[in-house]
C-alpha cells in the first residue's frame, strides 16, 4: 500500500484487504477504478463501498494482481481513520486508565479525537499518520506519548489566549518532531542531548513547504539541544515571553517532553532499577532547577507524580547547591544520582571561600551517560572537593 499525501495507492487487492482490516470498516473503502474479470465484466464497482466477502471471494479466485488502484478519500474514509489513529493513541498511552498523560486530559476535557480529525484534513498529515501506524514503525509509540504529553502540558498551563489551534499545532508539531528519522529502526541511537545529533534540525528542514504552518518548524528545531534559559533570576519580561507567546511555549514543552520520554527510556533499561520514576523525577527536578526547564512545567510533572516528590525535591536540593557555586558553573555534585562530594571542574580558577584545599578526589572511571546530564560530565583525574559538599541532603529512602 502507498500513502503519498491525499493520494492512497496499491497494484494489489490483498493490500486493501489488510488495510480494510486495520481499519475494521470494509465499508469505509471505496476505489476510484472499477475492477473487471478477463471478460470485461465488473466484479466491483468505481466509488461504491466494498463487500468485504464479495472482495475476499476474488482474493480466492488468484484475481490479486491489480493495475494500479486507487482509493476515494471521503469523509467516511477520513472518519475511520481518524478513529483508528485514536484507538492507537489510547491503546499506547493508556487514555482510558490514570497514564500521565489520561491525567493531563482529564484535567482540562481536551477532545483529543476533533484534534486528530482535524488534524489529518491536511493531506500531508494524512499519509504521514496512516503510514507510520499502518506500517507499525518502530518510532510509532514514541511519537504518540510526546504527542499527548505535550498538548496535555499546554493545557494545562493555565492562558485563556490559547485556543485549540494552539493545540492543534503543538500536536502536529510533537507528531513531526522526528520525522527526518521516522524509518529508522535504530531511531532511538539519535535521541541525545549531547549536541550529538542533527534530527531534530532536519526534520524542521524536510516539513517545510508541506502546506503546513511556519511555526510548526519552529517548534520542532532543535527540540534536542537545550540551553539553560530558565534561571530563577530571569525577569518578568523573559518569563512572559517564553509563557506568552505559543510558539516559544511549545518549543519549551517538546524539548521537556523529549528528556523525559529519553530519560526513561534509558533508565529503564539499566539493570536493577525497580521504580524507573524515582531516577526520572530526580533528574527532571534537577535539570529544571539547573535552568534547562521553567518550574511551571515541572509543578505539572509533580502534581501527577505525587508519590515521587522526595524525589523531585532531592533533585532540585542537589542543584540549588551546585548553583551556589561562585562562578555558577563549576561546582558538580558527585556521584550521581547519590552524590557524596561536590567537586570542582575548573582547578584553576581562584575560590578561597569553597576550596577545599588538599583534599582532592581522584576520578577514575567518568560518570556514565546513562545519567542524562545536561552539560558536562566530570573527566577522569584529580578534583577538588568543595565546602558544598557539607550541605549535600541525604538521598531518599529507597534511591
Not at 193 to 209: L, M, R, V
Not at 238 to 246: A, G, I
Not at 261 to 281: F, P, W
Amino acid at each position: 500500500m502507498q500513502f503519498e499525501n491525499n493520494n492512497i495507492f496499491t497494484t494489489k487487492l490483498s493490500d486493501i484487504i489488510a488495510f480494510a482490516n486495520f481499519l475494521g470498516k470494509y465499508e469505509a473503502i471505496a476505489l476510484h477504478q472499477e475492477i473487471k474479470d478477463k471478460n470485461g465484466n465488473i466484479l466491483i464497482s468505481a466509488k461504491r463501498p466494498l463487500n468485504e466477502n464479495l472482495v475476499k471471494s476474488l482474493l480466492k479466485r488468484d484475481l490479486d494482481n491489480l493495475g494500479e488502484i486507487s482509493l476515494v478519500i471521503s469523509n467516511t474514509l477520513r472518519d475511520a481513520i481518524a478513529e483508528r489513529i485514536y484507538k492507537e493513541f489510547q491503546k499506547i498511552v493508556n487514555l482510558g486508565e490514570f497514564s500521565f498523560p489520561a491525567y493531563l486530559f482529564e484535567k482540562k476535557s481536551l477532545d483529543l479525537k476533533r484534534i486528530i480529525k482535524v488534524t489529518i484534513r491536511n493531506h500531508f498529515f494524512l499519509g504521514y499518520l496512516i503510514k507510520i501506524i499502518f506500517e507499525n514503525k518502530n518510532i510509532k509509540n514514541h511519537l504518540i506519548e510526546v504527542s499527548a504529553i505535550a498538548v496535555g502540558l499546554m493545557a494545562n498551563l493555565v492562558n485563556k489566549n490559547y485556543k485549540y489551534g494552539h493545540f492543534m499545532r503543538l500536536f502536529q508539531a510533537a507528531i513531526l518532531h522526528d520525522y527526518s528519522i521516522t524509518n529508522n529502526p535504530n531511531w532511538e541511537e539519535e535521541e541525545n542531548f549531547e549536541g550529538k545529533t542533527q534530527h531534530d534540525i532536519q526534520s524542521a528542514h524536510a516539513i517545510s513547504g508541506n502546506e503546513l504552518s511556519s511555526d510548526i518548524s519552529e517548534m520542532i528545531l532543535n527540540h534536542n539541544h537545550l540551553k539553560q534559559s530558565f534561571k530563577k533570576d530571569e525577569s518578568a519580561k523573559e518569563e512572559e515571553e517564553w509563557f506568552e507567546n505559543p510558539v516559544i511555549l511549545s518549543s519549551v514543552i517538546l524539548n521537556l517532553v523529549e528528556y523525559y520520554t529519553h530519560a526513561k527510556r534509558i533508565i529503564s533499561q539499566q539493570k536493577g532499577n525497580k521504580d524507573e520514576m524515582t531516577l526520572v523525577s530526580y533528574q527532571i527536578a534537577l535539570q529544571t532547577e539547573m535552568g534547562f526547564f521553567p518550574i511551571r512545567l515541572l509543578r505539572l510533572f509533580e502534581s501527577y507524580f505525587t508519590k515521587y516528590t522526595k524525589f523531585f525535591k532531592y533533585g532540585e536540593e542537589i542543584a540549588i547547591i551546585q548553583n551556589a557555586c561562585q562562578y555558577k558553573k563549576y561546582a558538580l555534585a558527585y556521584p550521581k544520582p547519590k552524590a557524596t562530594q561536590i567537586l570542582c571542574k575548573n582547578s584553576k580558577v581562584t575560590c578561597e571561600e569553597f576550596r577545599l584545599y588538599g583534599q582532592p578526589l581522584m576520578v577514575v572511571v567518568p560518570e556514565s551517560d546513562t545519567w542524562i546530564r545536561l552539560g558536562e560530565n566530570i573527566p577522569p583525574g584529580w578534583h577538588d572537593k568543595c565546602k558544598l559538599s557539607l550541605k549535600l541532603p541525604k538521598p531518599p529512602d529507597n534511591f
